[in-house]
């Protein structure tokens, strides 16, 4: 089992949600984050004074799966989210050690 | 006197007084939700960890406002007894056209005006007590002693009278407005710019107010308001003279308003290559109190090139006194202070009663008065129990040091 992470612009969700469901994927979990990468931040302006964003709006989704469709996960979540344009974000993959579904009981891929 | 009152002009005179009194009640109704204008202005104006306690120092100063007035502020400014004890009810035996009770409550919302510039200016940093130990005093005996010497027509301490020197001031650009900035810039001096506002190598950083819809409200609150503030001070409507002088006055305080909106808008633009809200809502206002002086006499062209001057005028004092370190969040003393001077200035274009040197005395007299007062008052006040919060507690926010109270809560759980 496999966590992906992945930080994308929040324009993007409902793309990425749709092409995830497309292939099966049961669930995920996003959050509003904030961060930098190499877009860094952007200038804005106050009154006069020029202030500096240094992180900016991101949302980031995790999915837990198995191991087999990981690879589609990915793919699936960088053409969703592609702009081509500075500050698309990233897809981090990690081992998943244990998942269990509270309502049953059930655990490992069973639960996801 | 019976038989006078039983024939169709006794009738008509208690029309005429009862219009009156009407008229007067509603403006100083209108008035009095600017007090709602400037608590939604500053509140959007300010960061919101300060958001309760600036709307604590609105509410509590407006009621201090109210009361002081009564205790002795209206004694000070029109003659009279203290705590009111000589008003009476009916104003007919004493040849007035409007209740005077209606008189006490349409000033008494002027004073509460002048007030509320000084918490916009002092915002996010000073302690409320201390806050509200000033408006005591402001509000009770320095604003009602210059209010004594311009509209109550006293001489100053039976030196001079300004109104024989040829001042002017129709709703108060100076009265009101200069005189509630010139206490506020007493009070920043006193205080100091807010922590982080300018940087070692004099950069002017920026400190973003957190809800600009609350900003753009205020000051729509305020634009309606002034239609009581100047319109009402008209002090009557019952004949066409007077009714004709209300519209004029309504139109003109309108048009100013709109000049100045567009003259800061275009000027901010021009100046920083983006339409900057705030200085467009500053400029709404900048143009309101251009006018304030004079909304009678201007024709309707004049109006809002008075008010773009003042438009215009608000942006590059805002960018002035930044560059002086005088830390204003929400360019009170911009708006009201140096742009109420040019209210009084541009009354002797249009009104032949005034002159120029009667403004410009005028203008220093009410100046000097309320600067010199106030900057003793805070001086002892700050001795005594400090202005200023500390550092940490300005970090965490004054609506937790001061209020205990957060605007916005989130993660809030009841223990008992």
């Given at each position: 089992m496999k966590l992906v992470s992945a930080v994308i612009k929040p324009f993007k969700l409902d793309d990425v949600r749709e092409a995830l469901s497309e292939i099966g994927v049961q669930g995920i979990t996003v959050t509003e984050v904030k961060g930098f990468g190499r877009q860094k931040g952007h200038t804005e302006l106050y009154r006069g004074a020029e202030y500096v964003v240094d992180f900016l709006p991101k949302v980031r989704l995790d999915a837990a799966v198995s191991d087999e469709i990981v690879d589609q996960v990915i793919e699936a979540i960088t053409n969703a989210a592609q702009t081509g344009k500075i500050g698309d974000g990233k897809i981090f993959v990690s081992a998943l050690e244990q998942v269990v579904r509270i309502r049953t009981g059930e655990t490992g891929d069973e639960a996801l | 006197m019976e038989e006078l009152l039983n024939t169709t002009a006794g009738d008509v005179t208690q029309l005429k007084y009862a219009l009156d009194t009407f008229y007067f009640l509603v403006c100083g109704a209108l008035v009095m939700w600017m007090a709602a204008g400037f608590s939604m202005l500053e509140a959007g104006l300010v960061r919101s960890k300060n958001t309760t306690e600036i709307l604590t120092k609105n509410i509590a100063l407006f009621a201090i406002s109210c009361i002081m007035y009564f205790v002795s502020g209206y004694a000070i400014m029109y003659g009279g007894d203290y705590f009111l004890t000589s008003i009476t009810g009916d104003g007919v035996a004493d040849e007035w056209t409007y209740a005077p009770s209606a008189d006490f409550f349409f000033q008494v919302v002027f004073v509460a005006t002048a007030m509320s510039i000084v918490s916009g200016a002092v915002a996010e940093r000073m302690k409320l007590w201390a806050f509200l130990a000033f408006a005591v005093v402001m509000t009770g005996f320095i604003y009602p002693m210059e209010g004594s010497w311009t509209w109550g027509g006293n001489a100053v301490f039976g030196m001079y009278t300004l109104g024989d020197l040829g001042f002017s001031d129709f709703a108060g650009s100076g009265i009101v407005h200069m005189s509630g900035a010139a206490a506020a810039l007493a009070g920043v001096l006193l205080l100091g710019a807010r922590k982080g506002k300018y940087g070692k190598n004099g950069q002017i950083n920026a400190i973003p107010g957190a809800n600009l819809p609350l900003a753009t409200l205020g000051t729509f609150i305020l634009w309606m308001g002034w239609f009581g503030f100047n319109g009402g001070s008209v002090l009557a409507t019952s004949d066409v003279e007077n009714s004709n002088a209300v519209a004029v006055v309504f139109m003109n305080t309108n048009a100013a308003a709109a000049g100045g909106v567009v003259a800061a808008l275009i000027t901010a633009r021009l100046l920083f290559g983006k339409a900057d809200l705030t200085m467009a809502l500053n400029g709404a206002l900048a143009g309101l109190v251009a006018i304030t002086a004079e909304p009678s006499t201007p024709s309707a062209l004049q109006a809002h090139i008075f008010g773009a001057i003042g438009g215009v005028l608000v942006v590059f004092s805002i960018l002035t006194l930044d560059k002086l370190k005088i830390d204003d969040p929400v360019g009170a003393i911009s708006v009201h202070g140096v742009v109420g001077l040019l209210g009084l200035l541009l009354v002797p274009v249009t009104n032949d009663g005034s002159t120029f040197s009667g403004q410009i005395i005028g203008a220093l007299t009410i100046f000097v008065w309320v600067f010199v007062v106030s900057l003793v008052v805070w001086g002892i006040i700050k001795a005594v129990m400090g202005i200023r919060v500390t550092e940490e507690e300005e970090y965490e926010g004054?609506?937790?040091?001061?209020?205990?109270?957060?605007?916005y809560p989130e993660f809030v759980t009841s223990r008992k």
């Open positions: - | 004054v609506d937790i040091s001061e209020c205990g109270m957060e605007a």
